[in-house]
């Protein structure tokens, strides 16, 4: 019988993140930096909230719940808060009646659409190479589309 010690796993170090080139950063909070940002760009929401402003510009919150198809007024709120929290967008506040607000993209915001747009870039290029993957995968596992 193996003793209660042996059992036990041990404790790994927590992912970082590591340069093209192989450096981790020594910085912790640069580590926690990058996790945040990829959870708030994996986040759904997020990214067509910010697709949305880039392809038509400044907008109101009525328009982009137009523009941002099935999400919710409560997720979309909370959405633009986080973005607006995180320096992505802008919110301007206008003095009239109804009150009109406006959201903006930031420099920021925008050069975080930049970045994602590598990600397009390479689901493009690598396509055909996925879809032939997900095929074999199903092929393979008796599922049917």
Aim: positive net charge; charged residues 25%.
């Amino acid at each position: 019988m193996a003793s209660p010690k042996s059992s036990k796993k041990k404790p790994r170090a927590p992912l970082t993140f590591q340069s093209p080139d192989g450096r981790s950063s020594p910085r912790p909070d640069l580590d926690a930096l990058v996790q945040q940002t990829i959870a708030r760009v994996a986040d759904k929401w997020t990214l067509l909230t910010l697709e949305a402003l880039d392809q038509h510009g400044t907008l109101r919150f009525t328009q982009l719940a137009e523009l941002v198809d099935g999400v919710s007024q409560k997720m979309l709120t909370q959405t633009l808060r986080q973005m607006e929290a995180d320096g992505f967008v802008t919110r301007t506040v206008h003095p009239v009646i109804p009150p009109k607000v406006e959201y903006t993209l930031t420099a920021l915001g925008r050069s975080l659409g930049e970045a994602f747009c590598s990600v397009w870039r390479w689901a493009e290029k690598n396509y055909k190479a996925i879809e032939k993957a997900r095929s074999a995968y199903r092929m393979r596992s008796g599922i049917s589309r």
